[in-house]
């Protein structure tokens, strides 16, 4: 299996709990040590209906979209794009695009959690 994964061969993962929120898987599978996707929330649209954690450690990137609100542990940050955050381990966060266009947030994570 090929290491390199093009846009359109890409695992787009759903949310249950948010099924416009996408996620597009970045690695070619979720057997490494480190997850890598992307997610794309849509105007007005939350990551989740209600806080999540995860045992490891997160780091995000915006990559397009006019802002995005992340928050953690009830405190909220505003990222516009080019900005970054490290989200500690089973720190409760969810993130919210409070626009009218969609945002990509490109964000590792260790170990994986898909």
């Given at each position: 299996k090929s290491p390199v994964v093009h846009p359109a061969a890409r695992l787009t993962l759903g949310s249950k709990s948010e099924p416009d929120v996408r996620y597009e898987l970045l690695t070619p599978d979720t057997r490494g040590?480190?997850?890598?996707?992307?997610m794309i929330i849509p105007p007005a649209g939350s990551?989740?209906?209600?806080?999540?954690?995860h045992e490891g450690e997160e780091v995000a990137f915006l990559?397009?979209?006019?802002s995005v609100e992340v928050e953690i542990e009830g405190?909220?940050?505003t990222m516009t794009p080019g900005d970054s955050?490290?989200?500690p381990p089973r720190?409760?966060?969810?993130?919210h695009n409070r626009t009218s266009a969609p945002v990509q947030i490109?964000?590792?994570?260790?170990?994986?959690s898909f």
């Open positions: 040590d480190i997850e890598f996707c992307m990551s989740y209906r209600d806080y999540r954690s990559h397009s979209g006019e405190v909220l940050y955050v490290r989200i720190a409760r966060h969810a993130w490109i964000f590792a994570i260790t170990p994986p």
